[in-house]
């Protein structure tokens, strides 16, 4: 098969939401004390007590507006003591491209669409459900771009999904371009 170049390009990408009850208990995998209004199994977590690109496993106990809301999260805090009324944001992430073929990822630019600064981050989330940060959390000031090409080319492998997640609405617009047909 001969390999060909792809652009995949989404606009817009963001949804995100912010609590500022949560409970977060001594090495736990459990964030509890939040409404679970707009957070979705696979969300990234973003909170200072639990390591970068950890991700919504489930949501155990609903609570659209309350604050009886318990999650379930892929890692343990890292807080060494309970930690009460904590703010916590949920990033969905936006899938950009799934792969049928092998393929490289060779270039890609995340633009801020927004005022103020925003932090963006691209996951490869491969075949087996493992999730790895490519960028994580990194500041994308206003009227400003992140280019993804210094960095060298990454294979994609066939059904791995390469996703973004922005700490804004809408924030950032994305452009991956992909070199499809590897051998």
């Known amino acids: 098969m001969a390999e060909t170049f792809a652009n ?3 606009r817009r ?3 995100t939401t912010t609590v500022r009850t949560a409970s977060i208990g001594l090495a736990t995998d459990r964030i509890t004390n939040i409404s679970t209004f707009n957070v979705n199994t696979g969300a990234l977590v973003d909170a200072a007590q ?3 690109g950890t991700r919504v496993l489930s949501v155990e106990q609903t609570s659209n507006f309350g604050t009886s809301g318990e999650i379930i999260v ?12 904590q703010t916590v944001g949920f990033h969905s992430m936006t899938a950009i491209d799934t ?8 270039a890609g630019t995340l633009a801020n669409n927004t005022v103020d600064q925003v932090t963006a981050s691209v996951v490869l989330e491969q075949h087996n459900n493992e999730s790895i940060n490519i960028v994580h959390d990194v ?9 993804l090409s210094d ?4 294979v994609v492998g066939i059904g791995s999904t390469l996703s973004v997640a922005v700490n804004a609405n809408s924030g950032v617009d994305v452009s991956f371009s992909l070199l499809r047909g590897v051998t």
Do not use: C, E, R
């Open 13 to 15: 990408v963001g949804v």
């Open 99 to 106: 792969p049928t073929q092998k393929t490289i990822l060779v």
């Open 50 to 52: 639990f390591v970068g």
């Open 151 to 154: 960095a060298g080319k990454l």
């Open 8 to 10: 995949k390009s989404v």
């Open 74 to 85: 892929d890692s343990t805090s890292t807080n060494v003591s309970a930690a009460l009324t």
């Open 139 to 147: 500041p994308i000031p206003a009227g400003s771009s992140l280019v």
